[in-house]
């Protein structure tokens, strides 16, 4: 794609309040800047449906819009989709759910902050009362990727009174399958810091140039700050680890904590089963080459799904995790074409 192919969205950006997240445990900045996509014809007059973009684990809203040399960004490619007829016009909102541990996992935690609540009862009506939106549950829809699509999956499973759609992209699941692998490599870097999370935590934020091969302790402090929490403790140790530092056994108390958050677990009670079937789509796919296990996790969803009734499409393609933002180009259009009816 050349310069000149390339299609310039049209983007602005709200500053929300937040004030669900003031006073979190983390300190982290609770008025938010959402970038925006508005659709061509949209004038403030008319009304148009709402997609909520979320993002993966250590990104924001605004990495939906990361120019890459010869790859669209998610807006230009929900514009040129628009201007070729195949998708229907919307409003694509990208929300900042960032913490100091790389992200919320868009969930109520006593060591992060509130995320599900100020996405669910602050953002949305603010939306609603700032833009021209179609204010109504059959009008609004989730999309994200990795976390982002956990964290629709999940949100449309317990909310299902907000969204009447949702894509989820290579979204975490099966934790026995993504994220135990990822305990033997955490316990080593943990070692290597004297078994202190604050320790670790300090040098990897002040490091000028982030160590990769660090990043799965990282991702494993973010998720038991989400699902794991310790509101007896201060932050950066404001969490319990799913397994013993010492011997990488699993704890079983802390890891049914966790397994509570797993959507191939959620699946399992009728009330979340309830909430899938009431969406109008639910559509999910992996890359075959997933170096997180997901697309087992996946498969293993929709093998659930389709055993207790739950209309769904799911979709895998021959890819890695990473980079795979191109996949939007399929769940965009269906979204639209759902919640514009």
Same mark, same amino acid.
């Given at each position: 794609m050349?310069r000149a192919?390339?299609t *310039?969205?049209?983007? =602005?950006?709200l500053?929300i309040?937040?004030i669900t997240?003031?006073? #979190?445990?983390?300190n !982290?900045?609770?008025?938010r800047?959402?970038p925006?996509?508005?659709?061509?014809s949209? /004038?403030?007059?008319?009304?148009?449906p709402?997609i909520y973009l979320l993002?993966?684990?250590?990104?924001t809203?605004?990495?939906?819009? #990361?120019?890459?040399?010869?790859?669209q960004?998610?807006?230009?490619?929900?514009?040129?989709?628009?201007?070729?007829g195949?998708?229907q016009?919307?409003?694509?909102?990208?929300p !900042?759910?960032?913490?100091r *541990?790389?992200?919320?996992?868009y969930? !109520?935690s006593?060591a992060?902050?509130?995320? +599900?609540t100020?996405?669910?009862d602050?953002?949305v009506?603010c939306?609603d009362?700032?833009?021209c939106?179609?204010?109504a549950?059959? @009008?609004?829809?989730?999309a994200?990727? $990795?976390s982002g699509?956990?964290?629709?999956?999940?949100?449309?499973?317990?909310?299902?009174?907000?969204?009447?759609?949702i894509?989820?992209h290579s979204?975490?699941?099966?934790?026995?399958?993504? &994220?135990?692998?990822n305990?033997p490599?955490?316990a080593?870097?943990l070692? @290597?810091y004297?078994?202190s999370i604050?320790? %670790?935590?300090g040098?990897?934020?002040?490091?000028?140039k982030?160590?990769?091969?660090?990043f799965?302790l990282l991702?494993?402090?973010?998720?038991?700050?989400? *699902?794991?929490p310790?509101?007896?403790?201060?932050a950066?140790? #404001?969490?319990?680890?799913?397994?013993n530092?010492?011997?990488?056994?699993? =704890?079983s108390e802390?890891w049914?904590e966790?397994? $509570?958050? /797993?959507?191939?677990?959620?699946? +399992?009670h009728?009330?979340?089963? !309830?909430a899938?079937r009431s969406?109008d789509?639910l559509?999910? /796919?992996?890359?075959t080459?997933?170096?997180y296990?997901l697309q087992?996790?996946n498969? =293993?969803? $929709?093998a659930?799904?389709?055993?207790?009734a =739950?209309? @769904?499409r799911? +979709?895998?393609?021959?890819?890695s995790?990473?980079n795979t933002? &191109?996949? %939007?180009?399929?769940s965009?259009p269906?979204?639209?074409?759902?919640?514009?009816?």
């Amino acid at each position: 794609m050349t310069r000149a192919e390339r299609t *310039y969205p049209r983007i =602005i950006e709200l500053d929300i309040p937040g004030i669900t997240l003031a006073g #979190n445990p983390l300190n !982290d900045p609770s008025e938010r800047r959402i970038p925006v996509y508005l659709p061509p014809s949209y /004038d403030g007059k008319k009304r148009f449906p709402v997609i909520y973009l979320l993002a993966g684990f250590a990104s924001t809203g605004a990495s939906f819009m #990361n120019f890459s040399f010869g790859r669209q960004s998610v807006p230009e490619m929900a514009a040129a989709l628009i201007a070729e007829g195949k998708m229907q016009e919307t409003i694509m909102v990208m929300p !900042d759910c960032m913490t100091r *541990y790389g992200g919320s996992q868009y969930v !109520d935690s006593a060591a992060t902050g509130n995320y +599900e609540t100020y996405l669910v009862d602050e953002l949305v009506p603010c939306i609603d009362r700032t833009l021209c939106t179609l204010a109504a549950r059959k @009008h609004r829809a989730l999309a994200g990727k $990795s976390s982002g699509g956990f964290g629709a999956l999940r949100l449309a499973m317990k909310h299902p009174d907000q969204f009447a759609a949702i894509a989820c992209h290579s979204g975490d699941m099966c934790f026995e399958l993504c &994220y135990k692998p990822n305990f033997p490599a955490a316990a080593k870097i943990l070692e @290597h810091y004297q078994g202190s999370i604050a320790n %670790f935590l300090g040098a990897y934020e002040n490091a000028l140039k982030k160590p990769q091969k660090e990043f799965a302790l990282l991702d494993l402090i973010a998720m038991a700050a989400a *699902y794991s929490p310790d509101s007896g403790k201060v932050a950066p140790e #404001n969490m319990r680890l799913p397994f013993n530092p010492y011997t990488c056994e699993p =704890i079983s108390e802390i890891w049914n904590e966790w397994l $509570s958050f /797993d959507p191939v677990e959620m699946i +399992e009670h009728e009330e979340y089963r !309830d909430a899938l079937r009431s969406l109008d789509l639910l559509f999910l /796919d992996c890359g075959t080459l997933d170096e997180y296990n997901l697309q087992f996790g996946n498969r =293993i969803f $929709s093998a659930k799904a389709e055993r207790y009734a =739950i209309a @769904h499409r799911y +979709e895998e393609f021959m890819d890695s995790h990473s980079n795979t933002s &191109y996949r %939007f180009n399929v769940s965009l259009p269906a979204l639209s074409a759902v919640i514009a009816e």
